[in-house]
């Protein structure tokens, strides 16, 4: 990003851009009552850019060279009749720094396992959700937390939606409903409660 090459005092104007070779295997059967699915994924990464402090303590963006990301996801799809649908889904995630074959080590940054639920009802133009998240630890640079991991989390989203004609719809969510305190990188905070509502036109 721009702010990778050129932030003030930060930046790195060396980085390479990332590649990667994606590679992802996928099987969903249907039965009367729910859906079943899984997919088997892989990818090798070269040039992965992430911000981490060097010698001076100084936080830049940096190539760390290669990684591998694998991992399998599950997901269940139940239909409730009258009360909705309900979707869940788990997926686990391994990710390494290989940049060093002798030396592999976890990449930061990364949550091993996610568990996801949600559910929508719809009726007369009207349409209700909730979201749930749960992620568990993820490795973080020591220099950041002395142990290494930062703390998993869990948070719940709602969301709603009326169609008020065939081209118009007004929707709304509320995100972080329970203002849980949470980060992904210890050197930032994840917003709080919050909302945003709109109106989406079709033409």
Same mark, same amino acid.
């Given at each position: ?54 010698? /001076?303590? %100084? *936080?830049?963006? $940096?190539?760390? =060279? ?7 996801? !599950?997901?269940? &799809? ?37 568990? /996801?639920? %949600? *559910?929508?009802? $719809?009726?007369? =133009? ?7 998240? !749960?992620?568990? &630890? ?66």
């Amino acid at each position: 990003t721009f702010n990778d090459l050129y932030f003030p005092g930060g930046g790195n104007p060396d980085l390479k851009p990332e590649e990667s070779e994606n590679a992802e295997f996928g099987y969903k059967l249907n039965f009367d009552s729910l859906a079943l699915q899984v997919a088997l994924y892989n990818k090798d990464i070269e040039n992965l850019i992430q911000w981490a402090p060097d010698a /001076t303590g %100084a *936080w830049s963006p $940096a190539n760390v =060279g290669k990684a591998n990301i694998q991992g399998f996801e !599950l997901a269940m &799809e139940i239909p409730l009749a009258a009360a909705g649908d309900l979707t869940l889904a788990a997926d686990y995630l391994d990710a390494i720094d290989t940049t060093d074959s002798a030396n592999e080590k976890p990449l930061d940054y990364n949550a091993k396992k996610t568990l /996801t639920a %949600a *559910w929508v009802k $719809a009726f007369s =133009g009207y349409e209700f959700g909730l979201q749930a998240k !749960l992620q568990s &630890e993820r490795k973080v640079p020591e220099s950041s937390v002395p142990s290494g991991y930062s703390a998993g989390y869990g948070i719940v989203n709602a969301t709603f939606a009326y169609q008020i004609t065939d081209q118009i719809r007004f929707q709304a969510k509320i995100s972080n409903i329970f203002d849980k305190e949470y980060t992904l990188n210890p050197s930032f905070n994840e917003d709080g409660r919050n909302w945003v509502a709109g109106v989406r036109a079709t033409f």
